[in-house]
């Protein structure tokens, strides 16, 4: 199948900077949107940027001008996450619109990084 693999997580103080990365490997044909959402503790996952037909980009309002996300190749996305607040802390979870190797679209989800912002 198709696997998503993240990394770059941790605790960070308030101000500073941290970048996520995520490969997706296996039966890839293409992948479509990519991207990163967010689950605080008794919260909705929530949409944090994405990356839409490899070209455009989406981000929440609460993270405009902080981060930024970008396609690394064909199989990979990162989020440079600058300027971090303690409201930022999150399990951050990779996802991909995949079209495999039969040509069935499907949505994939990375196991979840811990981003932890505190002094």
């Known amino acids: 199948q198709v696997q998503l693999v993240e990394s770059g997580g941790g605790l960070v103080q308030p101000g500073g900077s941290l970048r996520l990365s995520c490969a997706a490997s296996?039966?890839?044909?293409?992948?479509?949107?990519m991207g990163w959402y967010r689950q605080a503790p008794g919260k909705q996952r929530e949409l944090v940027a994405e990356?839409?037909?490899?070209?455009?980009t989406n981000y929440a309002d609460s993270v405009k001008g902080r981060f930024t996300v970008s396609r690394d190749n064909a199989s990979g996305v990162s989020l440079q996450m600058n300027n971090l607040k303690p409201e930022d802390t999150a399990v951050y979870y990779c996802?991909?619109?995949?079209?495999?190797?039969?040509?069935?679209?499907?949505?994939?989800w990375g196991q979840g990084t811990q981003v932890t912002v505190s002094s």
């Open positions: 990356v839409i037909s490899g070209v455009n």
């Open positions: 296996g039966r890839i044909r293409s992948i479509n949107d």
């Open positions: 996802h991909a619109e995949v079209v495999d190797w039969d040509s069935v679209r499907d949505d994939y």
